[in-house]
């Protein structure tokens, strides 16, 4: 009986209180009150002390501080930083070897560290009674090595109500004055070894703030990032390039790195850690191995010479200057001659056996034609493959391969290229994400995981995802997934507002997905089918959600609310108003009427000046005016895959001087979700339904996607039936949505098929004559399809089924219209 009271009383929880009994049920969870075993953490009237011995690794003692800083902002009380126990000790942190503190506790027997020494960024935190004399109970937190210890701190920082964002989106701590840590201990390393972002095409957003706020891109700015990766429980980091030089342009910038425990590397064209702007600055002369190879091998040295004794990977290879290609065709002599000629100036500068540094050839663009054409490297460096700059991944390792140096990723939440930039906002949806690493994940490319992250801002949410999944990508399996932004919103806005928010941020993917701002104009959809209605009423009730949510978050929560959330959706809205607010006018003009043409001009150039005013409360109004230029780049009124040096008012039309409309030519198409169908798993697959997949709703996505291929569908192997009528007869063409996929495998297929009624399944090729043109046309819409015409369909009820060949399409939809005549 006392259980079924028990259970009774949690479902009468209000979802906080829910959450909250979760969390205080699991070892070392902070819970706002006294529970059997707990220890205070903060109590009103009671100094909070952290003990970090003076003799650890200057970077956690830094860390240390902050999270002294953290729990001040928290609790309000005092909290305090101290070197020994003499104090008292509230929490003992420290590395195994470098901490005579935590190297006692464990002679004494009183702290489990088993499987802790060696670990790459381990770390244990235990709930220990009378760890010290004088000391009844204390949390101690002891790591493998100095990033483990640290981000055992900043667990504490989290735990306690401090998101990692606290600076970087001004969010603020939640607060309790009274927070204890259950008992119990808990241990945990990360899967991937080298986690972090790429801070690119940064202009002029991240570079104008950078020099508005702290005078320049420098070590001040560059400390905000470092501590952000830590909190983040990231550890590397390819800096800002494009005529930056951290090295260079601040000499502080590197050792901090070094002290705080930051990896820096340099970017996929970027070889030997030397920026490019180095190159230029000291007038190297040609970037060109067969005619300048002993300058450049000077230049490389000297980048490993000032590397040091540093842990910092190193990118090997060589592209052609300023991010271009290095050749016409491909010169795998050269290159491997290049690669050689780099291992042995690492070998000699360090004194060891090349491969004793780790080292990144990064497969970016043409350098995978290298890879496919048969081009190695030595088996201790590590392969970065690369998505297609649109968060498709190109390639990843044959399946089962082992190398010493393993393999990675280098993805995209950012582009500067084409078929347009996308720079402007964060249009990048967790599903896609998810489902894309998850494949890198299954396919053993879990050495580097390295995300473009354009200005950083507003990339918060999808890099926090990217990176927590980075840490342990089994642990974020689908339900991990899908629990994801309320689990994410809660972090920033606590647990009251946390489900409704990150529904909102949810909702918001789906729809910025369907295609990026800077691909958007009047044309984009249509007027007279209703299309431009439709979006826009989509956009119109997120705004409408978003700005309800806000008159419900305490003030001192607004400023983070707008820079995380209600930014995004406020200004992605008002963009489609201002294009279909034009495409209105034309098509009144192209009508002839007067009236409305003017009137929706005069609504157009409305939200033209109100993109710049949206602008302006984020610069300026928000947070005192912290974020200046960051919102800077343009994305109104490209013409090709560059933007303008402005955002450019969309051209109007008057009845004296129309402008062409897109011709439309409605169809009926019939489209059939996903997953109305009846999945049958077979041959060690089985389907998962991904929900909110795109805007059109779920998907189906296979499991494990690195099962082998079925050349042959059919009978018991993986397929989806759908049940159909059909109103009249005759050929049918039936299309396959599926999302905007390549062949990873390496063989020119990305595959489904269908059949009618039990009839032999039709392979499609969704990737058949593929062509930079195809290409381009399925990152712009965000798919692909294939189709295939069924002569004489005969009215009545039918089975669709669709089969599955290569195991990681994923099934966005399927469409059926009547065949061209």
């Known amino acids: 009986m006392r259980h079924l009271l028990i259970s ?55 860390a240390a501080r902050d999270v002294v800083a953290d729990l001040k902002a928290v609790g309000g009380g005092q909290v305090r930083l101290a070197s020994d126990t003499a104090a008292g000790a509230t929490v003992i942190a420290g590395t195994l070897g470098h901490s005579r503190l935590i190297d006692a506790l464990v002679r004494a027997g009183k702290l489990n560290v088993g499987g802790l020494a060696g670990q790459w960024e381990g770390y244990v935190e235990q709930v220990v009674d009378n760890p010290m004399p004088g000391v009844a109970r204390a949390l101690v937190i002891a790591g493998a090595d100095r990033r483990g210890t640290i981000y055992g701190l900043y667990d504490v920082s989290a735990k306690a109500g401090v998101s990692p964002w606290t600076w970087w989106a001004d969010v603020p701590a939640q607060r309790h004055p009274t927070l204890y840590l259950t008992a119990g201990r808990v241990a945990d390393h990360p899967v991937v070894k080298y986690r972090g972002i790429f801070i690119n095409d940064e202009e002029p957003g991240f570079g104008g703030w950078a020099r508005t706020r702290f005078g320049g891109v420098n070590h001040l700015a560059y400390e905000k990032v470092f501590t952000l990766l830590l909190r983040s429980k990231a550890n590397f980091l390819w800096p800002a390039m494009w005529g930056k030089s951290l090295w260079e342009d601040d000499p502080a910038s590197a050792p901090l790195a070094q002290e705080m425990g930051v990896l820096l590397g340099t970017s996929h ?87 004793e540094t780790p080292q ?104 926090s995802f990217f990176l927590a999944m980075a840490w342990n990508p089994a642990r974020m399996d689908l339900a991990a997934m899908q629990a994801y932004p309320t689990q994410w919103a809660t972090q920033q806005f606590g647990p009251a507002h946390g489900p409704a928010i990150g529904a909102l941020l949810t909702r918001y993917g789906q729809l910025a997905s369907r295609r990026k701002p800077e691909l958007i104009d009047a044309t984009t959809y249509g007027v007279a089918d209703g299309g431009w209605a439709r979006v826009l009423g989509e956009w119109n009730a997120l705004d409408t959600e978003a700005r ?111 402008l062409p409309l ?68 005759g050929a049918v063409t039936v299309g396959v949505i599926a999302a905007p996929g390549l062949d990873i495998r390496g063989n020119g297929k990305h595959r489904v098929a269908v059949s009618l009624d039990g009839g032999a399944p039709i392979m499609l090729n969704l990737m058949a004559n593929e062509t930079p043109q195809h290409w381009e046309r399925s990152v712009i819409e ?17 089975r669709l089924t669709l089969w599955l060949a290569d195991p990681d399409v994923v099934v966005e939809g399927l469409t059926l219209e009547p065949a061209p005549r």
């Open 662 to 729: 897109p011709a439309v030519t409605p169809t009926p198409t019939r489209r059939i979700a996903a997953d109305s169908g009846r999945p049958v798993d077979g041959a060690g697959i089985r389907w998962q339904r991904v929900a909110g997949f795109t805007a059109e709703g779920a998907a189906m996505v296979a499991t494990p996607a690195s099962a082998p291929i079925i050349e042959r569908p059919g009978g018991n192997s993986p397929h989806i039936v759908y049940d159909l009528v059909q109103d009249r007869a």
């Open 8 to 62: 009774t009383a949690l479902i009468a929880l209000s979802p906080a209180a829910a959450q909250a009994a979760t969390t205080c049920a699991k070892p070392v969870a902070a819970c706002d009150h006294a529970m059997p075993g707990a220890m205070p953490l903060l109590v009103p009237g009671r100094a909070t002390t952290i003990v970090v011995d003076d003799g650890d690794e200057p970077g956690v003692r830094r």
């Open 269 to 355: 064209h970027e070889p030997m850690q030397r920026a490019q702007i180095d190159w230029k600055r000291q007038g190297g002369g040609a970037w060109d191995y067969n005619r300048n190879a002993p300058a450049l091998r000077a230049f490389w040295r000297q980048g490993i010479e000032r590397r040091g004794k540093a842990e910092d990977p190193v990118t090997i290879g060589m592209r052609g200057d300023g991010d271009e290609p290095m050749t016409e065709g491909t010169a795998t002599d050269l290159l491997q001659r290049i690669v050689a000629d780099q291992r042995d100036i690492i070998a000699q500068v360090t004194k060891r056996p090349a491969a």
């Open 360 to 463: 990144v050839w990064a497969l970016y663009k043409e350098v995978q034609d290298y890879y496919d054409k048969g081009m190695r490297v030595p088996d201790d460096v590590t392969l970065l493959f690369a998505d297609d700059n649109w968060g498709n991944i190109r390639r990843l390792p044959p399946l089962g391969e082992r190398r010493a140096g393993g393999a990675g990723v280098y993805y995209h939440f950012d582009y500067v290229g084409g078929p347009r930039n996308y720079k402007w906002l964060d249009t990048n949806a967790v599903p896609r994400v998810w489902q894309q690493m998850r494949l890198a994940s299954d396919y053993g490319a879990d050495r580097l995981w390295i995300v473009n992250v354009g200005d950083l801002k507003p990339m918060e949410y999808a890099t």
């Open 548 to 658: 309800r949510i806000e008159r419900t978050l305490p003030a001192r929560s607004r400023d983070a609310y707008y820079e995380l959330v209600l930014h995004r959706v406020e200004a992605m809205t008002n963009l489609h108003r201002l294009y279909q607010a034009v495409a209105a006018n034309r098509a009144a003009a192209s009508a002839g009427d007067k009236a409305t043409a003017e009137r929706m001009a005069v609504a157009a150039r409305g939200y033209f000046a109100r993109d710049a005013a949206i602008r302006r409360r984020y610069e300026v109004e928000t947070a005192g005016g912290k974020w200046p230029s960051m919102m800077a780049q343009t994305h109104i009124g490209y013409t090709g895959w560059q933007q303008p040096d402005s955002d450019v008012m969309p051209a109007l039309a008057t009845v004296d001087k129309p």
């Open 782 to 798: 965000n798919r692909r399809v294939a189709t295939t015409t069924l002569p004489a369909v005969a009215a009545g009820r039918h």
